[in-house]
């Protein structure tokens, strides 16, 4: 049989692909083949496509701000029932007419809004959503301090600035500020708002019917676990974070009776025991490795035989990088200076090595919002 090179010293397909690849990048990258992909018929559809891709990642900070205005400004709300003129939006909102047409047509550029052939306009279908999604205005009012922390983004990977969301988030470092009820009331309100927003994904992923008692640890005020009560209304509830937090959990679920609250850092103090599962929502991605390692150690010393640990955070994409886990989160929790997005591959090896088994990922309908790994207590 003639050797064709398959089994040559060094040789390997991938290898060949890999070089083909760099050959095509590299041509991609001259201006002179840019130039000429322009004006070919059959190479033009992708130039353009390249080039508004890298448009929208240029300009992508205008149609954030744009989104910022229309929230700050209250548009969206002003257009919920109802399409209006540029002049009534205007009065509205307290705007020069011609600033208030700039806001209106870079809103209808980018999805939030329709501009109808009678010159007024409506929602669009972006927009529709940003109304139907709880507590999102929040967020993006809040995304102001992130904004700001990315304002000089070398600096910020460099570690020369003092990012504003790691004061904002300083119970994260164990801060004293983190104990000021203040304080505690604003991060605690972003963090029910984001549990409301992952709460029905996780519980569609994970199965509660076969235990008893759950503690939610670093759970804020009680959002999560308000929803755990509603589709498990037998479970034992309970609800672990620092006193200044349960002080304003103690508030907001005044007429819940079922969520018995233990005050104390996870970092600390010793946590309930005898549950048959616990969870952690939007907790583990605040913090760095060797806090992580404790924290799964200690809850693993908690949990009786078979008890359960769910996890539901945003996920990095590993191998796969993704937006959302990636590149949004990634820099977040840069920016917060203590925390890290983690794939679920990664919370698997770290469930392992705190001695827990049968660490999987359980798929959700919307990983935009979040991942879920669980793994067990074995025997």
């Given at each position: 049989m003639t050797d064709i090179g398959f089994s040559r010293p060094g040789w390997s397909w991938r290898g060949v692909l890999d070089q083909i690849q760099q050959w095509r990048l590299a041509k991609i990258a001259s201006p002179d083949f840019q130039n000429w992909a322009a004006g070919f018929r059959l190479t033009r559809p992708f130039v353009r496509q390249d080039s508004a891709a890298l448009f929208d990642l240029m300009a992508g900070f205008v149609y954030t701000q744009t989104l910022l205005a229309c929230v700050e400004l209250e548009i969206l709300e002003a257009l919920r029932h109802r399409a209006r003129g540029v002049v009534d939006l205007a009065n509205h909102a307290d705007l020069p007419v011609q600033r208030m047409e700039v806001l209106c047509q870079s809103a209808a550029a980018v999805g939030l809004l329709v501009r109808k052939r009678d010159g007024t306009y409506r929602l669009g279908r972006l927009g529709a959503a940003a109304l139907g999604v709880p507590g999102l205005a929040v967020m993006i009012r809040h995304h102001q301090v992130f904004y700001r922390d990315l304002a000089d983004p070398v600096a910020l990977l460099k570690g020369e600035t003092e990012p504003e969301l790691s004061k904002f988030w300083a119970y994260v470092r164990g801060d004293h500020a983190a104990e000021d009820r203040d304080i505690a009331a604003d991060y605690s309100h972003i963090m029910a708002i984001s549990q409301q927003l992952v709460a029905r994904e996780t519980l569609d992923a994970v199965d509660l019917s076969d235990i008893s008692t759950l503690t939610d640890i670093g759970g804020g005020t009680g959002a999560f676990l308000q929803s755990v009560a509603e589709r498990h209304p037998n479970l034992s509830l309970r609800l672990f974070d620092l006193p200044a937090v349960i002080?304003?959990?103690?508030?907001?679920?005044?007429?819940?009776?079922?969520?018995?609250?233990?005050?104390?850092?996870?970092?600390?103090?010793?946590?309930?025991?005898?549950?048959?599962?616990?969870?952690?929502?939007?907790?583990?991605?605040?913090?760095?490795?060797?806090?992580?390692?404790?924290?799964l150690s200690r809850i693993h010393d908690s949990l009786p035989v078979n008890g359960r640990i769910v996890i539901s955070e945003p996920m990095s994409g590993g191998s796969q990088p993704c937006r959302v886990g990636d590149s949004y989160f990634g820099f977040y929790t840069t920016a917060m200076t203590t925390g890290r997005a983690r794939s679920a591959e990664r919370h698997i090896e770290l469930l392992t090595e705190a001695g827990f088994s049968r660490a999987r990922q359980n798929p959700t309908n919307q990983p935009l919002l979040t991942s879920v790994v669980t793994a067990r207590k074995g025997g």
């Amino acid at each position: 049989m003639t050797d064709i090179g398959f089994s040559r010293p060094g040789w390997s397909w991938r290898g060949v692909l890999d070089q083909i690849q760099q050959w095509r990048l590299a041509k991609i990258a001259s201006p002179d083949f840019q130039n000429w992909a322009a004006g070919f018929r059959l190479t033009r559809p992708f130039v353009r496509q390249d080039s508004a891709a890298l448009f929208d990642l240029m300009a992508g900070f205008v149609y954030t701000q744009t989104l910022l205005a229309c929230v700050e400004l209250e548009i969206l709300e002003a257009l919920r029932h109802r399409a209006r003129g540029v002049v009534d939006l205007a009065n509205h909102a307290d705007l020069p007419v011609q600033r208030m047409e700039v806001l209106c047509q870079s809103a209808a550029a980018v999805g939030l809004l329709v501009r109808k052939r009678d010159g007024t306009y409506r929602l669009g279908r972006l927009g529709a959503a940003a109304l139907g999604v709880p507590g999102l205005a929040v967020m993006i009012r809040h995304h102001q301090v992130f904004y700001r922390d990315l304002a000089d983004p070398v600096a910020l990977l460099k570690g020369e600035t003092e990012p504003e969301l790691s004061k904002f988030w300083a119970y994260v470092r164990g801060d004293h500020a983190a104990e000021d009820r203040d304080i505690a009331a604003d991060y605690s309100h972003i963090m029910a708002i984001s549990q409301q927003l992952v709460a029905r994904e996780t519980l569609d992923a994970v199965d509660l019917s076969d235990i008893s008692t759950l503690t939610d640890i670093g759970g804020g005020t009680g959002a999560f676990l308000q929803s755990v009560a509603e589709r498990h209304p037998n479970l034992s509830l309970r609800l672990f974070d620092l006193p200044a937090v349960i002080d304003a959990a103690r508030v907001r679920l005044a007429p819940e009776t079922r969520i018995d609250l233990h005050p104390g850092s996870f970092l600390s103090d010793p946590l309930p025991q005898g549950s048959d599962a616990v969870t952690l929502i939007r907790v583990l991605y605040d913090h760095q490795d060797h806090t992580v390692r404790t924290l799964l150690s200690r809850i693993h010393d908690s949990l009786p035989v078979n008890g359960r640990i769910v996890i539901s955070e945003p996920m990095s994409g590993g191998s796969q990088p993704c937006r959302v886990g990636d590149s949004y989160f990634g820099f977040y929790t840069t920016a917060m200076t203590t925390g890290r997005a983690r794939s679920a591959e990664r919370h698997i090896e770290l469930l392992t090595e705190a001695g827990f088994s049968r660490a999987r990922q359980n798929p959700t309908n919307q990983p935009l919002l979040t991942s879920v790994v669980t793994a067990r207590k074995g025997g």
